[in-house]
């Protein structure tokens, strides 16, 4: 294991999960504010980025310990692709969106569509600052436990 490798990837999933839900948080809110552009409403554009960031850090509280076992998962497994780090994070949306719904159970919740996106989004950035390294800080992938084949006359 290269110690260096381990805090630079450490450091890589703390900004990776923070830019993550920054990006999530802003595409929610970007869709409550659409009208909001810089150009033609300073307050509105604001206001969307302030309720983005907000959002972000009530998305981030609610979803850290599923994220955080996910990405122990992928950074043990080295697990390094797109789809799985996109899955996952949508996958932990859709969850978190649906948790605690009363009533009828057998009918998808309304914006859940929505929830999802976010959350594939989120998954995407992560993927693009941490998951293409997952793993990266094992050192090398196998140990050879078997002899040479070679003569050595």
Same mark, same amino acid.
């Given at each position: 294991? $290269? ?37 033609? $409403? ?110 050595? $006359?």
């Amino acid at each position: 294991m $290269d110690g260096g490798k381990f805090l630079m990837q450490l450091l890589k999933i703390v900004c990776g999960f923070i830019l993550g839900l920054m990006a999530c948080g802003i595409f929610l809110a970007w869709g409550i504010f659409q009208s909001a552009h810089p150009n033609e $409403d300073p307050v509105a554009f604001a206001t969307m980025i302030g309720t983005g960031l907000v959002g972000a850090s009530v998305i981030g509280a609610t979803a850290f310990v599923p994220a955080a076992l996910l990405i122990l998962v992928a950074e043990i497994a080295r697990f390094r692709g797109i789809v799985f780090h996109v899955a996952a994070a949508g996958l932990v949306a859709f969850l978190l969106w649906t948790l605690g719904t009363t009533g009828n159970t057998t009918e998808i919740r309304p914006g859940s569509a929505v929830a999802v996106s976010a959350g594939f989004l989120a998954g995407a950035v992560y993927w693009l600052i941490a998951g293409r390294t997952s793993g990266s800080w094992h050192g090398n992938q196998r140990r050879k436990t078997e002899p040479p084949t070679g003569n050595s $006359d």
